[in-house]
């Protein structure tokens, strides 16, 4: 059940500078947890204590994921998971 990862382009450096990777999972967690298997390093720019850090944002098919089930949001065939940081600035 492949779940297409969209890589944002901050966190590539820790993933072998790929964009995007498709992986199995039936929710955002084993989609989380197959990532940080492939990337082991991209694991603490994403989780913080378990937990997704308070500036990353998860969309699951353009939806975040924290109006769902948040990390057990289910996941099908073909869905799309994009790790989005959020940008500050002024």
């Keep these: 059940m492949p779940i297409k990862v969209q890589i944002p382009q901050a966190m590539r450096q820790h993933a072998d500078g790929q964009a995007s990777v498709d992986l199995p999972g039936a929710n955002v967690k084993e989609v989380l947890d197959a990532l940080g298997q492939k990337f082991p390093n991209i694991v603490g720019r994403i989780f913080e204590n378990g937990q997704v850090r ?7 098919n353009d939806e975040d994921i924290r109006y769902l089930d948040n990390l057990t949001s289910a996941t099908k065939d073909g869905d ?6 959020a940008v500050a600035g002024g």
């Design 54 to 60: 308070r500036f990353v944002n998860l969309y699951l």
């Design 80 to 85: 799309v998971l994009a790790i989005i940081p």
